[in-house]
């Protein structure tokens, strides 16, 4: 009967999944795939669902009605986006004995992304929680907690062993799920830092025997002229680390002022490295998310071979558009700037210049049909880029919506994974924080980055002045490429493209 009862569960799942059928016992669905097994233990239950449902509800669930026990439900820690290999317990919704209904927030879980909530797979009463709040590191498929249908059945879990992670022989379904994900392997590990200088052997480091001048013995009187003494005074060097041109090695004029500081040397304990400071200081620990944003970073700049172009962009013209355009556009929420024309050109740009849109496989080169521009935007945790999907194809007042709803996600923490996830070209507005210029670190595997800076106003020629030159406002735009796609000059071609679209925005709407 138990058996049974856990098949129908089952079946239930499958059919508000998709279309289905049942073949030599296995249920098959369009986009799913649901497997059962009978092993000694009872039924084992594995279902993978479709890409467009949420990462949430694609949970690994273990059906069990292990000797001893009531029929219960183990439920492991799901993989929550395709690069997460450990996640991080934050916070239970739910305590044990606690009525679980289907879609209930379980918990919180932080992954390499972002803190999402994670919903209950099951309906029932959760008896078990193996993994307490805070835990940091817990591997994807360790068991998190039980299910059981019946409330009265939870004070039987009290004592229940915790299983760990999932194994291939006890679970054979949790298999495909253990394996590591190839889309994103993880970046390697860094090489070992190269010892400073200062750190060779005391015996290649160390100066040979020289007979110091009398102004270099600690202690003694040290010799040098009046003028000396003030000029070294005034640009607060000691007389002592400074060796006389003069007689009987008197420090003259010329040596204060040919004098230059040995590089600051940090002293070396004997078989240690350098003495850390002293002074009073505050370890911050690193979040899951951070230590990811540093692992991509030194992945980035150690394998992808980057440089940078830079150009000054007019916007007078963009000004005028976007103060006309959201007069049309009025009461929508957010309304057309600076960066919503970027964003545009920026995908018009790679669709002229294919080589801009493409990503470095190692053996071949991946042009992508469609512009999907990963836009930066700042949270608390650190960079995120949610994706404007398509962005060749969507027309200002799309992009402007969505930026704003985008926007409204990130703050209040519902950012989903599929919203900031496979981009294939960056675009990073730092206007807001007044720099003039910066370059973006590229992030892989796409071949290309726009950092943009603030506006501002200057002096540029102008033939139809009387005076030659007029004021006008201007940003620069920095664009970072992988030499490895993006040839110096093909680079160049992309910056005129674009550079053309905002000086004539009117081109965009061909």
Known sequence: MQRSGAILRAFSRARRCSIWSIQDGKFTSSGSLHFFKQSRHGVNFRHWCPQSLPLQSASLVRLYSTSGFPEHVMVDLPALSPTM???????????????????????????DKATMGFETPEEGYLARIFVTEGTKDVPVNRALCIITENESDVAAFGE????????????????????????????????????????????????????????????????????????????????????????????????????????????????????????????????????????????????????????????????????????????????????????????LACYRVPAANSSWMGDTIRQYVHVDVSYSMQSEQGPVGPVIYGADTKGLATISREIASLSAKLSEGVLQPQEYQGGTFTVADLSSYGVKSCGSVITPPQACSLAMGALRETFIPDEDSDEGYRAANVFSVTLACDHRVVDGAVGALWLQHFKGFLLRPHTMLL
């Open 85 to 111: 290999d450990v996640g991080t317990i934050v916070r239970w919704e739910k305590q044990v004995g606690d009525k679980l209904n289907e879609g209930d927030l379980l918990c919180e879980i932080e992954t």
């Open 160 to 347: 229940f062993p915790d299983p760990g992670l999932s194994k291939g022989g006890s679970t054979p379904a949790a298999t495909p799920a253990a394996e590591p994900e190839p889309v994103a392997p993880p970046p390697p590990p860094p090489p070992p830092p190269r010892p400073p200088v200062v750190a060779a052997p005391p015996t290649e480091t160390a100066p040979t025997p020289q007979t110091p001048s009398p102004s270099t013995i600690k202690g003694e009187r040290v010799f040098a002229s009046p003028l000396a003494k003030k000029l070294a005074a005034e640009k607060g060097i000691n007389l002592q680390a400074v060796t006389g041109s003069g007689p009987r090695g008197r420090i003259r004029k010329q040596d204060i002022e040919s004098f230059v500081p040995s590089a600051a040397v940090p002293v070396i304990q004997p078989g240690g490295g350098p003495i850390a400071a002293t002074g009073p200081y505050i370890d911050l620990p690193i979040e899951q998310y951070r230590q990811e944003l540093a692992q991509r970073a030194v992945y980035s700049k150690q394998t992808v071979p980057h440089y940078f172009l830079t150009v000054d962009i007019e916007a007078d013209n963009l000004i005028k558009l976007a103060t006309e355009l959201n007069q049309e556009v009025e009461g929508a929420e957010g309304g057309i700037d600076l960066s919503h024309f970027v964003i545009k050109a920026a995908s």
